[in-house]
């Protein structure tokens, strides 16, 4: 397994992860995807949404806003709930959460600790040209409220029968004390919802079927087995009105750390939202001629994390003919580049022609990348490097035999294809029609 160091710098020399505003020497935990990163994470969110929206009957999409009603937070708990207890060193000023840290001084200096205080972790700010308190509004620390106001419109408009799921993909915003290991705990943060909605007495049944539904999406996108584990939580880990709680955790070069939590949430959040805002949220059942407050099921995962896990897992050093070779070994529908095109020799119009032309082609349906700066071996370097899939080389022979090199990422095989079947044996490499 790679250590941070090697990902972190792979990340900033191929483009794939920035440290955000670097030249003003950097915003802590702020991060920003570079252009290969944004296609690695789009494809991410992608496939999360096709498997939790598209390739479903019994789920919605929704995209509510970042900000909203302050009272919204007020019946969620996170007004007076979401703290964390922080701590002051007397002497070097560093603060620290003081449940992370073993001893009663300071880790930094040695120096003695304030007593703990209670540090809420949202983001204030203010909407309107004021700054007064009537004005506070607070950026979400999570996308899920925006679904639990969003239930009965939704379901409305949609005529949903449970059960059913609303999915949110969204950034949410949280004031940690303690940031850090790159990406993993940021900030500002992307998060992919679902809130699934269920007849109160068959909660547990699809709490279970989530947990392994969820965990098998990242094995079916490349994450090696023995790389995961769930983790049920401890009765005393748990919110006072969850039943359950189950993360998927990674085994990051840091340690086991939590990549998603499934939880079964009960009915508290639509009985509090009904509470606070004097709106009803409950199902009619037309079984039974009953309103009922559905119990909910919450698979939440962190964009951000499932990429630096798809990062960490892909990552291979091999020896190949007594040297290194550096390959990427994304899965296909995550890798950011899906084919290189590489023309041989650049003083040759023809040639060069060609090689444009089937880039036009291929670009139509994946994502590819031109390159003649270099050699043929470092070319291909550099795409194994950055994940790529396929490369195809355009030679002095392709003018004449109508052909092309394809070469596969992993096993390094390369044939020869007909420059009309070429994207034809793509497409259906890539499984896409
Ligand atoms: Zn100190």
């Known amino acids: 397994m790679p250590t941070m160091e090697t990902i972190v710098s792979l990340c900033k020399r191929r483009g794939f992860i920035f440290q955000s505003s670097e030249i003003y020497g950097g915003l802590g935990s702020c991060w920003d995807y570079g252009p290969l990163g944004v296609e690695l994470k789009r494809n991410v969110k992608e496939a999360w949404w096709r498997s939790a929206v598209h390739r479903r009957d019994d789920m919605v999409g929704l995209d509510a806003s970042i900000l909203m009603h302050p009272r919204v937070w007020e019946a969620s708990g996170h007004c007076e709930g979401f703290t964390d207890p922080l701590v002051d060193c007397k002497q070097c000023q560093h603060r620290f959460r003081a449940d992370h840290l073993k001893k009663d001084k300071c880790p930094d200096c040695g120096g003695e600790l ?178 009922i407050v559905p119990y909910v099921i919450e698979p939440s995962a962190g964009a951000d994390r499932g990429c630096l896990a798809f990062l960490v897992d892909a990552y291979h050093e091999e020896e190949v003919a007594g040297r290194q070779r550096l390959v990427m070994r994304f899965h296909k529908d995550l890798a950011p580049i ?77 044939e020869r294809i007909g420059v009309d079947r070429l994207a034809e044996v793509i497409r259906g490499r890539l499984g896409v029609d």
Request: charged letters at 30%; one cysteine or more; a negative charge.
């Open 114 to 291: 304030t007593e703990s205080r209670q540090f809420n972790l949202m983001f204030k700010t203010f909407m309107g040209p004021v700054e007064d308190q009537a004005a506070v509004v607070w950026m979400r620390p999570e996308t899920a409220q925006g679904i639990f106001v969003n239930f009965l419109n939704v379901s409305t408009a949609m005529r949903k029968k449970l059960p059913f799921g609303i999915a949110q993909i969204g950034k949410a915003f949280r004031n940690e004390i303690t940031p850090g290991n790159f990406t993993f705990r940021t900030r500002e943060f992307e998060q992919m919802e679902i809130e699934y909605f269920v007849e109160p007495s068959t909660a547990e049944e699809h709490y279970h079927r989530w947990v392994s539904t969820r965990r098998e999406w990242y094995v079916q996108h490349g994450i090696r087995e023995e790389n995961l584990r769930l983790r049920d939580h401890e009765a005393d880990e748990l919110a006072h009105y969850a039943k359950a709680c189950c993360d998927v955790e990674y085994k990051f070069p840091f340690g086991w750390s939590e990549l998603e939590g499934i939880a079964n949430r009960a009915d508290f959040d639509l009985n509090r939202h009904s509470e606070f805002s004097g709106t009803k949220l409950t199902y009619f059942d037309t079984k039974t001629n009953e309103h």
């Open 338 to 414: 899906k084919v290189a095109v590489l023309p041989l020799l650049k003083n040759r119009p023809e040639l060069v022609e060609l090689a444009h032309n089937l880039n036009e082609d291929l670009r139509r349906f994946c994502t590819t990348m031109y390159d003649d700066t270099a050699s043929i071996g470092k070319l291909y370097r550099r795409q194994d490097e950055i994940g790529t899939l396929f490369c195809v080389t355009v030679d002095v022979d392709s003018l004449t035999d109508n052909a092309v090199t394809l070469r596969e990422r992993d096993t390094m095989a390369q």
